[in-house]
């Protein structure tokens, strides 16, 4: 992902509202089964890129981040 992406998506990060923020929680489970449940390594990879984007994001909105990993423990 290139810098700009990832300063948009900062940005993008700071300002979502409790709708955004459990819909962002809403996709990291959801790309994290499609990783699980992927066959292929092409799926592996996208989806596991995909979580760890979205992993990111949710760090970025959570002041204790011990909690949110508890939280999405396997």
């Known amino acids: 992902m290139c810098d700009s992406a990832i300063?948009?998506?900062?940005?993008?990060?700071c300002s979502l509202s409790s709708r955004?923020?459990?819909e962002l929680e809403l996709d990291f489970k959801r790309f994290w089964e499609?990783?699980?449940?992927?066959?292929?390594e092409k799926e592996k990879e996208?989806?596991?890129?995909?979580t760890?984007?979205?992993f990111c994001r949710?760090?970025?909105?959570?002041a204790n981040?011990?909690?949110l990993v508890t939280q999405y423990e396997c």
Do not use: M
Request: no cysteine; aromatic share 6%; hydrophobic share 50%.
């Open 20 to 22: 955004d923020k459990h």
């Open 52 to 54: 760890v984007d979205a």
């Open 34 to 40: 499609e990783f699980r449940s992927s066959n292929s």
């Open 7 to 13: 300063s948009f998506l900062a940005i993008a990060s």
């Open 46 to 50: 996208a989806a596991l890129n995909l």
């Open 58 to 62: 949710l760090v970025k909105q959570h």
């Open 65 to 67: 981040v011990a909690h």
